[in-house]
C-alpha cells in the first residue's frame, strides 16, 4: 500500500509490510500523516510527510516491528507541525528500527505537546533539523529508553513545558540539541539513567 499523496498514511495492523521501497509524498491537514500501530513494516521508506494544523499529533508508530526509513535524503523529508492538543509531532513508541538521515529537511513545530517523544526504541538513528514545541503539557522533548540510539536536532526552541523541557531517560549513545530551552513551569532539563556516550545541549538557555 502507498501512502495517498493528500492524506495520512493509516497502515493497516497485519504483518505486511505496508510500504513499497519508494512511498509518494503525503500531505496531511489537520490530522497524523502517519499513524502506524501493532503492524509489522517490513522495510519501508516513507519520504516527504508534510503535516499542518493538526491537533492529533504529526506522525506516531507504536508496537511496530521491522526497519523504517523516513526520507531520501534531498528535499523536505519531514515537516510535521501541529497547532494544539496534546500529541507530540512526531512519537515512536515500541517502534523498532527507524532512521531519519542528515541528508534532508526535518523540521517540527508542536503547540501544546511535545516536540519529540520518543520512548522504548532503542534502534533509531535519529538526525533532525529544527526541533520546536510550545506550551506542551508534558515535556518539550522526551527520549526515554534509546538504548544505543543516537538524536541530533540542529536547532529550534523549547518554550514553556509544564514538566521537563528537555528529558532523556537511559541511553548509551550520543545525544544533541542546539536549540534554546526557553522559561516554562517545569524544569529546563533532566538527564537521568545514562550508561554512556555524550548529551550536548549547546543552545541558549534562558
Do not use: K, W
Not at 94 to 99: C, K
Not at 140 to 160: E, H, K, P, R, V
Amino acid at each position: 500500500m502507498q501512502p495517498e499523496p493528500c492524506g495520512p498514511a493509516a497502515v493497516p495492523p497485519d504483518n505486511r509490510a505496508a510500504v513499497p521501497p519508494t512511498a509518494l509524498p503525503t500531505t496531511t491537514a489537520g490530522a497524523r500523516g502517519l499513524d502506524a500501530t501493532g503492524t509489522n513494516l517490513g522495510t519501508s521508506l516513507f519520504d516527504d510527510i508534510t503535516v499542518t494544523g493538526s491537533d492529533e499529533g504529526g506522525l506516531s508508530m507504536s508496537n511496530t516491528t521491522g526497519t523504517t526509513t523516513f526520507g531520501d535524503g534531498t528535499g523536505t523529508d519531514l515537516a510535521l507541525t501541529t497547532t494544539s492538543g496534546i500529541g507530540p509531532a512526531f512519537q515512536l513508541s515500541n517502534a523498532g528500527t527507524v532512521n531519519v538521515g542528515a541528508g534532508g529537511t526535518d523540521d517540527f513545530s508542536a503547540t501544546g505537546g511535545p516536540a519529540v517523544d520518543v520512548t522504548g526504541t532503542s534502534e533509531v538513528s535519529l538526525a533532525f533539523d529544527n526541533v520546536s514545541s510550545t506550551n506542551s503539557s508534558t515535556d518539550g522533548i522526551n527520549l526515554a529508553g534509546l538504548g544505543t540510539g543516537a538524536f541530533s536536532a540542529t536547532g529550534g526552541a523549547i518554550t514553556g513545558a509544564a514538566d521537563i523541557g528537555f528529558d532523556i531517560d537511559g541511553g548509551s549513545s550520543s545525544v544533541s540539541y542546539s536549540g534554546a530551552l526557553n522559561n516554562g513551569t517545569g524544569q529546563t532539563a533532566e538527564i537521568t539513567g545514562r550508561t554512556g556516550g555524550t548529551v550536548t545541549l549547546s543552545g541558549a538557555i534562558a
